[in-house]
């Protein structure tokens, strides 16, 4: 029985985990993608695509993900964490244009007078595309009554909210990287797998098994990840691995909040609508495509994945630092300038789970111990609408009340949306959170569980947590620790 039901994310997850193995053994090869190729895809006959030799080439392609390398043979970048398996992106529907069996080759032709390029002509049967001619523009669609004619958009290009996604001569699609936010939403709904992330699962497990001391941070999502292991074993379990210890990076998240919470009290005052810094799909999107916001109305703060870095770094400051979640965007924000970064690499909950699978440790069955607890308020980060209320409990709690107003929005479209209206003027609001997933973080590209199930197991789980941010804060200590960006 696989991890996942989805085929390709556990032909995915079989790379991970073959790759894991063999970089805890030491025996990755130079040719080893082409040996884990034919490994997972034995025999002569094809079972997913055309044929064996194309199946062979998307694991190879993925083989390279999951050494650190680029899918295609080209120079590493670090700044295009979300990258297409090009092997693999020949299964969809090439034509988004298609007319159907519906055509009746009526006398009214609305299709063919719609249509600027002369690309509609009436065939034998029915209506036919030159699509040599076809600019794909949807007139001949909205002009035709009995819809006849479909207009389909790939799922890609379909997810993307920042139209980073083209399709190339080849018909093949390519990531534009000057608008791409890596935010995985491509990624998750791609019914090929052909668009995936790269992978430092190698380096990862080289450095634990080496002299140095290696902390891990750990997203709040990963709370209900592996059935019923409490938050204590999945911890003891990722100590086992071979890191010196394990810190949530919720405890950064409550030092954010209170950050946050005092920027926007002078950022209200001055009549300056704020947003939010947890999200770097999102924090990407304000960079990238709204830059005088990024200017005027982003928080400064850093990320509760950086602050519990530079927390780390400051009472150990030999050690390297991981930090694993469910997000792909945090790769490129930990990677991308890595002079500056203060995560050396990032995991993802999929690239765990495979570690975890490829030493055969599986959380349930291990004794936990104690770990640093924060509130339940930087835990609640991972759920749409957390950061905004850990905000305003931050708030209540230094007695400023909770006087402002919240805007949510919900996945990359709404973000866009809403980050335009702010553009504008048009939001009426104090302070924007924006997540790049729908449902936040626990709604992320490499979650192994169910959105549903995984918020079900968080609230269980976090019913015993009377802590507040105060206390947490004053348990933790965060003075002297720079908790805004480097720009």
């Known amino acids: 029985m696989g991890l996942f039901k989805h085929e390709a994310r556990q032909f995915k997850f079989d790379v991970l985990r073959e790759t894991a193995i063999h970089a805890y053994d030491d025996t990755i090869t130079e040719n080893f993608e082409v040996e884990l190729s034919r490994k997972l895809i034995p025999g002569n006959t094809a079972n997913f695509r055309c044929c064996v030799y194309k199946e062979r080439e998307i694991i190879r392609q993925r083989a390279r993900l999951a050494l650190g390398k680029m899918a295609a043979e080209v120079p590493y970048n670090p700044r295009q964490v979300v990258q297409v398996i090009d092997a693999a992106c020949d299964g969809c529907s090439i034509k988004k244009i298609r007319i159907t069996d519906n055509c009746r080759k009526c006398m009214a032709k609305n299709c063919m007078a719609a249509c600027r390029f002369g690309a509609i002509s009436m065939g034998a049967d029915r209506a036919v595309i030159d699509y040599n001619k076809c600019k ?46 890596n935010c995985g939403s491509c990624q998750t709904v791609c019914p090929f797998g052909a668009i995936e992330d790269i992978s430092w699962i190698v380096p990862v497990t080289r450095m634990i098994k080496s002299d140095e001391k290696v902390m891990a941070i750990v997203a709040p999502s990963i709370q209900g990840q592996f059935e019923s292991a409490s938050l204590p074993q999945i911890f003891q379990t990722i100590k086992n691995l071979g890191f010196d210890n394990v810190f949530e990076a919720a405890l950064g998240a409550d030092a954010v909040a209170m950050g946050e919470h005092r920027e926007l009290e002078e950022k209200k005052a001055a009549g300056i609508p704020m947003t939010t810094s947890c999200c770097p799909g999102f924090v990407n999107m ?201 720009d």
């Open 136 to 181: 794909e523009c949807g007139s001949c669609a909205r002009s035709c009554s009995y819809n006849a004619i479909v207009e389909t958009n790939r799922p890609c290009r379909q997810a993307c909210p920042v139209d980073a996604i083209q399709i190339g001569d080849n018909n093949i699609a390519y990531i534009m990287e000057d608008k791409c936010i």
């Open 286 to 486: 304000i960079r990238l495509h709204f830059p005088e916001i990024y200017e005027k109305n982003m928080s400064s703060m850093v990320s509760p994945m950086v602050l519990t870095a530079r927390w780390i770094k400051h009472q150990y400051p030999d050690h390297k630092i991981v930090f694993i979640g469910p997000c792909v965007a945090k790769k490129q924000e930990a990677m991308e300038d890595v002079a500056k970064s203060d995560v050396d690499y990032v995991l993802t909950f999929e690239e765990l789970a495979a570690m975890m699978v490829a030493r055969h440790m599986y959380p349930e069955e291990v004794t936990p111990t104690d770990f640093a607890q924060p509130s339940v308020f930087g835990r609640n980060f991972a759920q749409g609408g957390g950061v905004s209320k850990a905000v305003q409990q931050a708030s209540i709690e230094e007695g400023c009340g909770a006087d402002f107003v919240a805007k949510y929005a919900d996945g990359g479209k709404e973000c866009k949306q809403c980050l335009t209206m702010l553009k504008f003027g048009k939001l009426d609001a104090d302070i924007l959170e924006g997540m790049a997933c729908k449902g936040g973080c626990i709604g992320g590209p490499a979650m192994i569980e169910d959105v549903l199930v995984t918020k079900g197991r968080m609230t269980k789980e976090n019913l015993t947590n009377k802590k507040n941010i105060t206390g947490v804060l004053q348990e933790y200590n965060f003075e002297g620790i720079n908790p805004h960006r480097h």
